[in-house]
């Protein structure tokens, strides 16, 4: 599932003189989240700068909602509706739209402009579909799936706290960065949610405090995504590799049944010749180093395990216990990479 440059290029507030512009306003946007946190909602009124944002992120973010979903499980026919909290462009809801043809789509964003510009790209691209943009969250009527999508990040406490108390019972997807920084927000939430008695269903099913030694260490999953040919030919001229991507994804449900999992891989370590060495996040809320003896694969096995990134469910069994960590018999891991 991928968008071109072209079809998004026509829905752009700005219109870019060059590629050269484009590229050096997208440089401007990753310059503000890289190194001037502090200014971030500069972008959010600048049309040049949402657009160059538009050009960059919503065509590489787009494809990361069919892996989450997919990733996670998620059934979107047991929605009716959608709400993106930080919707910006409205990146979510058009990946949404594409994948379920009933949901109500809904975007919340506190930027006018970003606002205007998801308007524009939802009506020109989905002319058919009704959608409801506004500032302020409004809960439709019937079950709905609340999504934040790399917004948390750029919320204060109180506002995601805000936000949480209005949502009330129904289930919360967070779609956020990859990073350290995102995830301590991504944790804070998560014993809110739990106060609030949601169940933890991805990516570990335990509401007990999480292991991880947030100083050196952050639970995030990665995806492989294929790009358009025009996306990709940006990123490889703004020299920036968008194909495996960070993410930090949890989800939160009250309804839903939880599904059993022995472990998730949060963690993939460097190689030895001879085996693959990972961490593990277990069902009963311990890391776990592996080590899993290449010899158990046939070549093309091993091939396709030197792929599989962290996020996924596996299951193993003991062949030995080491001083630091098991040496372990895989017996299944739930999905393996796609584009393999
Ligand atoms: C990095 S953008 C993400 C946009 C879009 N969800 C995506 O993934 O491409 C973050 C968005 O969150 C919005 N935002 C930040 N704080 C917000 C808040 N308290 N309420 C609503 N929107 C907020 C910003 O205006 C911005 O559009």
């Known amino acids: 599932m991928s968008i071109s440059l072209a079809q998004i290029k026509k829905t752009l507030l700005y219109d870019f003189k060059s590629g050269h512009e484009l590229n050096k306003a997208i440089e401007e946007v990753g310059h503000i989240f890289n190194h001037m946190r502090e200014n971030i909602k500069d972008y959010h009124h600048d049309n040049r700068l949402i657009s160059a944002y538009v050009a960059y992120y919503l065509t590489t973010n787009y494809p990361k909602f069919k892996s989450v979903i997919d990733m996670v499980r998620i059934d979107l026919s047991h929605y009716e509706h959608i709400v993106d909290i930080g919707t910006g462009p409205g990146t979510f809801l058009l990946a949404a739209a594409n994948l379920n043809s009933s949901l109500g789509l809904h975007g919340i964003d506190h930027s006018e402009h970003m606002l205007t510009q998801a308007q524009k790209i939802l009506s020109k691209l989905h002319p058919q579909r009704e959608i409801t943009l506004s500032k302020k969250l409004i809960k439709p009527n019937g079950k709905t799936l609340y999504l934040f999508s790399h917004s948390l990040n750029e919320m204060t406490k109180t506002q995601a706290l805000d936000y949480l108390n209005l949502i009330e019972d129904e289930d919360i997807l967070l779609i956020e960065p990859g990073t350290r920084e995102s995830f301590q927000k991504v944790l804070a939430l998560r014993e809110e949610v739990i106060r609030k008695k949601y169940r933890v269903h991805f990516p570990c099913s335990t509401e007990s405090n999480c292991p991880m030694n947030t100083e050196n260490d952050w639970c995030h999953q990665y995806i492989f995504v294929n790009h358009a040919n025009d996306v990709e030919i940006m990123t490889q001229k703004l020299g920036r590799n968008r194909r495996l991507?960070?993410?930090?994804?949890?989800?939160?449900?009250?309804t839903q049944k939880p599904k059993s999992t022995k472990a998730m891989l949060v963690r993939v370590l460097?190689?030895?010749?001879?085996?693959?060495?990972?961490?593990?996040c277990q069902d009963d809320n311990h890391l776990i180093n592996l080590e899993i003896p290449l010899k158990q694969f046939s070549k093309k096995e091993a091939k396709l395990m030197q792929k599989v990134t962290a996020g996924h469910n596996v299951d193993y069994e003991l062949i030995k216990e080491?001083?630091?960590?098991?040496?372990?018999?895989l017996l299944s891991v739930d999905a393996l990479p796609r584009n393999l």
């Open 322 to 329: 080491l001083p630091e960590k098991k040496r372990v018999k």
């Open 245 to 254: 991507l960070p993410l930090c994804v949890q989800f939160y449900s009250k």
């Open 270 to 280: 460097r190689p030895t010749k001879h085996s693959l060495e990972w961490v593990v």
